[in-house]
């Protein structure tokens, strides 16, 4: 495998992050971080989706796609990065990825933030995709000056002809006394040879990688945690996204074990037309405790609608029973999808503290045209026992504001939730207003559309209230209809 060092580029702009101004209802003041540079005729602008983030004491860095296609990808990467735990915000474009930012790939797509304390490098992991709309390289774009300025990406893994690469997603082990300080995993899977897991790891920042043994198995969205003894957990689906399972490596990724079964996963197609499913998202305490956020409707009499479920682990081999985020009750109807979970590094034990974005439906009754929209927030400052009430943050977004694609409007396969160096939970999430001209659909308003990346204004404090979790019966097992949450292709 030929590999490029980076070469610093910059591809920086300065801008001052605008407090939106957003319609009646919203509960937490928002900051617009992110949006859309690019104007090529080929894609949908202006439109920004799938942001992933990621804290490292008071700097944090997210990057999301911008400028989506409709049969897979985007026009680039965006990024916005905080040195004031997320007070305010400086964005640029990742150099060197696609055509339109200098680079060779037509199209990119996937970004994953991570962070490297032992090389201090930041990463951004994405897949470069053909005009075939095929994943033909992992890649990394690195950063060494505190995710300021970022080289031309570095090759992880090249796809032969006969593989296409799809769904990465990066982590470093960053506990000094873990024997395997310093290395860092990424995880994809190659759906041309049956999603195949793929993982590959680097011992020097990312310049680097190394293809790991992985067991012969068809995966999709493995989201790689490491605990501070050095044990790296992939929590993932199965190719049919009907089994959440892991995989584990003892031995710095040099190999991983056999994937086990965690849990079957019975998942509702959410309404809508809406490009969604049941991914895993999975964040680590302090101590190495793992949490396992998805949607699922077990706890819904007949499979109404889906909850936020979670699992926990303590070693990444024995799993907790599933338990409901209560967000609402199992009566309502409402609909929770595509959360973002995330964990404060810094708590640990009882007072473990856990934050979760989402995506929901006040009513799950509704099509295209009638589905209101929702950012939703919530949170427990005990290791989820219990969890405050939930934040409606923003109100209401029509699904023709967001981009197509041909597995239906996107605001992206991921949400994504970090806490800052003051303990702080921040949301990063897309809001779509409607097109400012040409119409009220994104899809033919383009290059009009108002789709941006946008996070809080203030941190949220985790906060636990007297609703605990523990009790909900599961009330269906059978099942749920394959249709929108079952595997695809997922560019």
Not at 15 to 41: C, E, H, K, R, Y
Not at 202 to 225: A, E, K, R
């Amino acid at each position: 495998m030929h590999l490029r060092r980076a070469v610093l580029a910059l591809g920086f702009v300065a801008t001052a992050a605008l407090v939106l101004s957003l319609a009646a209802g919203a509960t937490i003041p928002v900051l617009q971080i992110g949006t859309d540079p690019f104007t090529n005729s080929t894609s949908q602008h202006k439109t920004v989706v799938e942001p992933d983030s990621f804290f490292f004491g008071s700097t944090g860095v997210a990057a999301a796609q911008a400028g989506r296609f409709f049969d897979g990808g985007s026009s680039g990467i965006v990024f916005a990065r905080s040195v004031d735990n997320g007070v305010s915000y400086s964005t640029g474009t990742l150099p060197g990825i696609t055509v339109f930012q200098g680079g060779t790939f037509a199209r990119v797509t996937d970004p994953s933030v991570a962070h490297d304390r032992s090389h201090g490098v930041w990463m951004v992991s994405t897949i470069g995709l053909d005009a075939s709309v095929r994943g033909t390289a992992v890649l990394v774009s690195r950063s060494t000056n505190g995710g300021l300025t970022w080289g031309n990406p570095v090759t992880v893994r090249a796809a032969a002809a006969n593989e296409d690469f799809d769904k990465n997603w990066t982590v470093c082990d960053n506990t000094t006394t873990s024997p395997f300080f310093g290395r860092c995993y990424t995880v994809w899977d190659d759906f041309a040879g049956g999603n195949r897991l793929r993982i590959a790891f680097s011992t020097d920042g990312g310049v680097t990688w190394t293809l790991s043994s992985t067991p012969n198995v068809g995966v999709i969205g493995g989201q790689p945690v490491v605990q501070p003894d050095g044990k790296v957990v992939v929590p993932l689906d199965n190719a049919s996204e009907t089994a959440l399972g892991f995989t584990n490596s003892t031995n710095g990724g040099v190999s991983f074990g056999t994937a086990f079964t965690i849990t079957s996963i019975t998942a509702k197609v959410d309404p809508g037309n809406i490009r969604s499913g049941p991914l895993p998202s999975a964040e680590i305490a302090g101590d190495g405790k793992i949490f396992v956020v998805w949607e699922d409707c077990r706890f819904r009499s007949g499979c109404s609608t889906n909850d936020l479920v979670f699992v926990t682990s303590t070693d990444g081999t024995t799993w907790s029973a599933v338990q409901r985020i209560p967000i609402d009750p199992t009566t309502s109807v409402v609909d929770h999808f595509l959360p973002g979970v995330g964990v404060d590094r810094n708590t640990s034990g009882t007072s473990t503290k856990v934050a979760v974005t989402y995506y929901f439906y006040p009513d799950v009754n509704c099509d295209i045209n009638t589905c209101s929209l929702h950012v939703g927030f919530i949170s427990s400052s005990n290791a989820g026992v219990s969890w405050s009430p939930f934040v409606d943050v923003v109100a209401p977004m029509a699904l023709k504001s967001a981009p197509d694609t041909s597995q239906g409007r996107m605001v992206g396969d991921y949400i994504s939730t970090s806490f800052n160096g003051s303990h702080q939970a921040r949301g990063y999430f897309v809001i779509a207003k409607p097109p400012t001209q040409g119409g009220t659909d994104c899809a033919t308003a383009t290059p009009n559309c108002d789709v941006t990346l946008n996070t809080f204004v203030n941190g949220q404090s985790s906060a636990a209230a007297a609703t605990t979790v523990a009790n909900d019966p599961v009330l269906f097992t059978a099942k749920a209809q394959p249709g929108r949450s079952a595997f695809k292709h997922r560019h």
